[in-house]
């Protein structure tokens, strides 16, 4: 090690661990994190690619610390975003831990009581939770709490970007004051993220509350990178000579997934669990034909722990080849080790995703990272205009293009009103104190640094309303408490968690759970679960269980899907990719000739001179090339504002590419109309009728109806966006910067 390490300052135990693990020096972002956390009192933030050593940066100096001056209670608590997360970090933090004589602790739903007990009994070292165990925690035990914490040094929170620009990151950050003061503690925070586009929003809200400032340590990061993109044309099966076509292109499709993976370690990305369970079914389908060895495992949230798990272990330490197809549950931070390749079906929907997807491989030395794109989509020479564009194949090049050469990932956007997270959070604080003055509950509330943007009379109006749905209820003496109505769901586990989740019901084959389903079915009916065809022999509603045994029947998957938002740079990159002509050394064959079929076909149909062409009829297609928010702004627009003075009788949304809109109006005319709209339009919630409030989360349904409109207008809609992506759409892109990268290489 040499001498501007700090390695001489670690504990005798890290440096035997590192002795252990082979290491000549330590990570750049290692060194910097000892600085800050040695030589400085400041929050920390480490934003670095995968594989570069985060967490022993995190650990290394607040472990040192633990060990030469022991906590009197727990010293470190460490925030992950899955339960995964935290099973792969307790181990690796165990054996760090392994001759350190500091405790480790996991406290999640899949954790024995007993466990959590023998914590309680010896509050000590470090502890690892997710979000909705600690609000569990500081809900229902709150006299616990300065026992568990009042000498607590570091609060970690692991893939902070999972965390910011959502209802969880409003719920932990608020958690950590509110630990703070029933505590009585002043921990220093440290946030870890491979993905983070803006520090300046991500520092500002890791220290959020608290006098100190934060660091942010980004050591220079290049990796090697290798990547392909190919395309799969499924043709629109109308007829029955059709059908065949589409069944054989299937076969081509999955054949081709089946080659690629089958003798690897690999991972296989889907955007959704229902394609993660199909695409399974369909692997394993061919290794029975072949004759050939069943490796194939599927990871998502609906899976049994247990199954997870096998999976998890298959992939890290298992001796042969070994393919998990996963949704998002695979794709924040978990080491599952030297995984060979990465395959992504369709493309992310976010640059954000794409940069945790490719992080699974090559992290292991001087390993390229390898993802392999594979866009399937129909193709109906038939269809109209946008619908022959191929969407996903633009969308796959866009991410990779605004990553790889301009290192773009989507800016997080931090809620201004997040009304629904303040009724969760008002509802956890009294079920924690029990009962409270108005103005004492308004004072410990309003004060937790995400609700700033709540005026008080909006807070008065929440427990007026709140009073009224009997949530709370007054006192003789004044003070309030939960009500019958709020206790119904605060004393209900789901209330620990502020994301939505479906009502799952628990599938059992004998006594084994397997996973969950949102959708019931009834018996006799057949459905795919982690990668199996079941049938059910029984529906238990009381206990939400299905009982099921195994089946060779058709195939049907059982929840609710939604596709994920897209950003606005994201769609102006696939509309810069249609126009120009830059050639793009990782499209496979099939995927350079789709996208030159669909750049012909945008050049000669003039698709891309306007955002509204004619449709013909008294159609047109209005393709505004801007985010899923400023395209539901649109939408609005339309049916709202524009619909009668127009004359539209119908506005039919593709989100986020285009939109089909009848009526008696021009193309130019109506353009005209959108623009003058927008920019006269006073005040967003203009676009929202008289009666409308929509919910943007779990909770908002508990929330006066005036106050989840104001919320909607601020954090739902976007009319100055929508306006700057229609201006853009009408504009050339920059072709000089084109020809400048028309032969560079990813």
């Not at 060194?31 to 022993?56: M, N, Q, W, Y």
């Not at 993660?276 to 599927?298: G, S, Y």
């Not at 309030?480 to 586990?493: D, H, Q, R, S």
Request: glycine share 6%.
């Amino acid at each position: 090690m040499s001498g501007t390490s700090p390695f001489s300052r670690l504990a005798p135990f890290i440096q035997e661990y590192i002795y252990r693990k082979r290491w000549d020096s330590l990570r750049d972002a290692q060194i910097e994190a000892c600085r800050v956390l040695f030589d400085t009192p400041h929050h920390l933030l480490i934003a670095s690619g995968t594989a570069s050593g985060k967490t022993e940066a995190a650990f290394f100096p607040a472990l040192t610390e633990l060990y030469h001056r022991p906590s009197e209670s727990v010293g470190i608590l460490y925030i992950g975003p899955l339960k995964a997360l935290i099973n792969d970090q307790f181990e690796r933090i165990k054996e760090l831990l392994r001759d350190g004589e500091v405790p480790v602790w996991h406290w999640h739903g899949d954790v024995a009581q007993a466990e959590k007990t023998k914590l309680m009994q010896c509050p000590s070292g470090v502890l690892q939770i997710t979000p909705e165990s600690l609000e569990g925690l500081l809900m229902n035990r709150p006299n616990a709490i300065p026992a568990l914490f009042h000498d607590l040094r570091y609060i970690m929170i692991d893939e902070v970007h999972a965390f910011m620009g959502a209802d969880r990151g409003i719920q932990v950050i608020s958690q950590l004051t509110r630990l703070e003061r029933m505590a009585s503690c002043k921990p220093r925070r440290i946030g870890l993220s491979a993905t983070l586009g803006d520090y300046e929003i991500a520092a500002r809200w890791l220290g959020a509350g608290t006098p100190q400032p934060v660091e942010v340590v980004s050591p220079p990061g290049g990796r090697k990178l290798k990547l392909s993109v190919e395309h799969f044309s499924f043709p629109d099966a109308r007829d029955e000579r059709e059908a065949e076509h589409l069944e054989l292109a299937k076969q081509k499709y999955y054949n081709f997934i089946y080659d690629n993976t089958h003798r690897k370690k690999a991972l296989v990305f889907t955007n959704s669990r229902t394609d993660a369970e199909l695409t399974t079914l369909e692997l394993r389908r061919i290794a029975a034909k072949r004759e050939e060895r069943d490796v194939f495992h599927v990871h998502h949230g609906s899976i049994s722990a247990m199954l997870r798990e096998e999976t998890e272990a298959a992939l890290r330490s298992g001796p042969g080849p070994a393919v998990a197809a996963a949704t998002v549950t695979l794709e924040l931070g978990i080491d599952l080790g030297e995984l060979e390749r990465v395959i992504q079906l369709g493309a992310p929907y976010s640059c954000s995703s794409f940069v945790q997807r490719l992080g699974r491989s090559g992290r292991r030395g001087d390993q390229a990272s390898e993802m392999m794109f594979l866009c399937a989509e129909e193709e109906d020479e038939d269809a109209q205009l946008p619908a022959r564009m191929p969407w996903t194949l633009l969308r796959a090049i866009a991410v990779i293009e605004l990553y790889v050469r301009e290192r773009w990932v989507e800016p997080v956007e931090l809620r201004k009103k997040p009304v629904g997270v303040l009724y969760h959070q008002t509802m956890s604080t009294l079920k924690s104190i029990g009962e409270a003055e108005p103005a004492d509950l308004a004072r410990a509330v309003l004060t937790l640094p995400a609700f700033r943007g709540v005026e008080p009379e909006e807070y008065k109006a929440l427990l007026q309303y709140l009073l009224q749905t009997d949530h709370i209820q007054q006192t003789e003496e004044g003070t309030l408490i939960i009500g019958l109505g709020g206790e119904k769901v605060v004393n209900n586990f789901r209330f620990y968690a502020v994301f939505k989740d479906d009502e799952e019901h628990v599938v059992y084959n004998g006594s084994e759970e397997i996973g969950s389903i949102t959708t019931v079915p009834p018996p006799g009916y057949c459905f795919s679960l982690a990668g199996k065809l079941w049938k059910v022999e029984e529906v238990d509603s009381k206990h939400k269980a299905v009982y099921v045994k195994s089946s060779r029947g058709k195939v049907d998957t059982l929840w609710l899907g939604a596709g994920g938002d897209v950003h606005t740079r994201v769609m102006q990159k696939m509309r810069q990719v249609l126009e120009e002509q830059t050639l793009y050394p990782y499209l496979a064959p099939g995927a350079a000739n789709r996208l030159e079929r669909a750049r012909r076909l945008a050049r000669e149909s003039g698709l891309l001179n306007s955002p509204v062409i004619p449709a013909g009829g008294d159609s047109l297609f209005i393709l505004p090339w801007a985010g899923s928010k400023q395209f539901r702004t649109l939408e609005r627009l339309l049916k709202h504002n524009l619909s009668d003075p127009m004359g539209l009788r119908q506005v039919v949304p593709m989100e986020p590419y285009y939109m089909v809109v009848s009526g008696r109006a021009g193309a130019k005319e109506l353009l005209a109309a959108i623009e003058a709209e927008l920019a006269s339009i006073p005040h967003p919630e203009a676009l929202l009728a008289a009666s409308e409030a929509p919910y943007l989360g779990k909770y908002d349904e508990f929330v006066p109806h005036e106050l989840v409109r104001r919320a909607f207008a601020v954090d739902g809609l976007d009319v100055k966006g929508l306006a700057e992506a229609l201006e853009a759409a009408q504009k050339p892109s920059d072709l000089h910067s084109a020809k400048a990268s028309k032969n560079s290489e990813a």
